[in-house]
């Protein structure tokens, strides 16, 4: 009972991530007005946190459920690299931003 009140609650939060930063990256790309350096490094921020949510939480979900709460140990090394790439990509994507700003 408990693993199904996680499920819903933590899917509520996947579902709400992966729409707010579905809404900051809609009006950036409709609107040209925006196509600023701001908005750019904004829409990219969505979009790498975007990939985090999306690393971690379907994972979790299934787990939630399944009986067998095991992982193998290529797909727990693929999480692991994807999630250090995304980590990689945040910390290169604002650092380029801070430097632009002096």
């Known amino acids: 009972m408990t693993n199904i ?3 819903i609650v933590f ?5 709400s991530s ?7 990256i809609m009006p950036i790309y409709m609107n040209t007005y925006l196509y ?5 490094f904004l829409c990219i ?3 790498l ?18 009986k067998s709460q095991t992982i193998s140990f290529a797909c727990c ?3 692991m690299y994807v999630f250090g790439a ?6 290169y994507s604002l650092s380029s931003w801070f430097m632009t700003d002096m």
């Not at 992966?18 to 900051?24: A, D, R």
């Not at 600023?36 to 750019?40: A, C, K, R, V, W």
């Not at 995304?86 to 910390?91: F, M, N, R």
């Open 5 to 7: 009140f996680l499920f």
């Open 11 to 15: 899917l509520q939060i996947y579902l």
């Open 18 to 24: 992966i729409m707010g930063n579905g809404l900051i």
């Open 36 to 40: 600023t350096p701001m908005y750019f």
């Open 45 to 47: 921020l969505a979009m």
């Open 49 to 66: 946190d975007m990939g985090y949510v999306t690393t971690t939480m379907p994972q979790m979900l299934v787990h939630l459920l399944a």
């Open 77 to 79: 090394w693929m999480h």
């Open 86 to 91: 995304l980590s990689a990509l945040t910390a």
